[in-house]
């Protein structure tokens, strides 16, 4: 399992920008294709975006696409998300997980770790 830490949620007023990063212990983390998913409270978990392991390859959710960007430094074995422009139905909690894509869509791998979780909260 990919052992992870996620961090640089907040409130913000929409139009606002945020970056979270997902630091992960794992040593094969830079061989492991990572996701950033969301989830507000009853409501089922979504796939915001997914990178491979090289970074070369990417997944965006429809709704983020041109607004958010996800990165990935496999030196320091943290994966980012930058999110600009934010909109309120953004608000969720954010978690980073080792996952799989395909152009349609970014899920979690089977028995993958999750961390805590970062609050985005963006305000109207």
């Known amino acids: 399992q990919v052992q992870v830490v996620e961090s640089g949620g907040g409130l913000v007023q929409a139009g606002g920008s945020l970056r979270l990063s997902c630091s992960s212990s794992?040593?094969?983390?830079?061989?492991?294709?990572m996701g950033w998913f969301r989830q507000t409270p009853g409501k089922e978990r979504e796939g915001v975006s997914c990178?491979?392991?090289?970074?070369?390859?990417?997944f965006y959710l429809d709704s983020v696409k041109g607004r958010f960007t996800v990165s990935r430094d496999n030196a320091k074995n943290t994966l980012y998300l930058q999110m600009h422009s934010l909109k309120p139905e953004d608000t969720a909690m954010y978690y980073c997980?080792?996952?799989?894509?395909?152009?349609?869509?970014?899920?979690?791998?089977?028995?993958?770790?999750w961390g805590q979780g970062t609050q985005v909260t963006v305000s109207s």
């Open positions: 997980a080792a996952a799989y894509f395909t152009e349609r869509f970014c899920d979690p791998a089977r028995q993958t770790g």
């Open positions: 794992a040593k094969s983390f830079d061989s492991t294709t």
């Open positions: 990178i491979n392991w090289s970074g070369d390859s990417t």
